[in-house]
C-alpha cells in the first residue's frame, strides 16, 4: 500500500463521518469528501509529518467554508425538516432512542457554524483543544471557550424539548 492510499485509509473515514454531520446531507458531504482528499492528494508533499489529522481535516473544514462563501447560503444547516429527517438513526439503536437521536441532531443544528465545527471536532471525533483550536485558525483559549459554550447551549435547547433527567 502506497504512503497517500494508508493515509486515506486511516484519514477518510473520520473526515467522511464530521462532514456528514456537519452538513446534514450526504451529498454535500460526498462533494467535500472528494474535493478535501483531492486538496490533499495534490499538495501530499506540503504536510507536515505527525501532524497529518490536523492537516485533513483543516482541508476539510475550509472546503466546506469556501462552499458556504461560493454559495450565499447556509451550506451547514439543513433547511427543511425533511433534510433533518433524512438522516438516518444508526440501524442498532433502539427505536425508543432514535427520536433522541434526531433530536441531538436538532440541537446541533441550532448551534452557530462555528461553535458546531468545534464541538465536533472535539466531542465526537477525540481531537483535542489544541487540534481543534489549530483546525478552526483560531487561539487555544477561544477554542475552549466555544466548545464550552455549545454544550451549554446544547443542554439548555435539549432539556427544553426532553424530560427531565435525558439531558447531562
Known amino acids: 500500500m502506497g504512503e497517500f492510499e494508508a493515509f486515506f485509509a486511516e ?3 473520520p473526515v467522511w463521518n464530521y462532514l456528514r454531520r456537519l452538513t446534514g ?5 460526498a462533494d467535500l469528501f472528494q474535493r478535501s482528499f483531492l486538496k490533499a492528494w495534490t499538495h501530499f508533499g506540503a504536510r507536515t509529518p505527525g501532524r497529518e489529522r490536523a492537516w485533513i481535516f483543516t482541508i476539510a473544514v ?9 454559495q450565499k447560503r447556509d451550506l451547514l444547516r439543513p433547511s427543511t425538516p425533511e433534510a433533518l429527517r433524512s438522516r438516518p438513526a444508526h440501524p442498532a439503536m433502539p427505536p425508543e432512542d432514535r427520536e433522541l437521536f434526531r ?4 440541537g446541533l443544528d441550532e448551534l452557530p457554524e462555528p461553535q458546531r465545527e468545534l ?7 477525540g481531537f483535542t483543544f489544541a487540534e481543534a483550536a489549530a483546525v478552526a485558525g483560531m487561539g487555544l483559549s477561544a477554542a475552549k471557550m466555544a466548545v464550552a459554550r455549545a454544550h451549554e447551549k446544547l443542554i439548555r435547547i435539549l432539556s427544553a424539548r426532553l424530560p427531565l433527567g435525558m439531558v447531562r
Not at 25 to 29: G, H, K, Y
Not at 62 to 70: G, P
Not at 103 to 106: I, K
Open 11 to 13: 484519514h477518510g473515514p
Open 25 to 29: 446531507d450526504p451529498d454535500r458531504a
Open 62 to 70: 475550509n472546503q466546506a467554508r469556501d462552499e458556504l462563501r461560493r
Open 103 to 106: 433530536e441531538v441532531l436538532r
Open 119 to 125: 464541538f465536533l471536532l472535539v466531542r465526537y471525533h
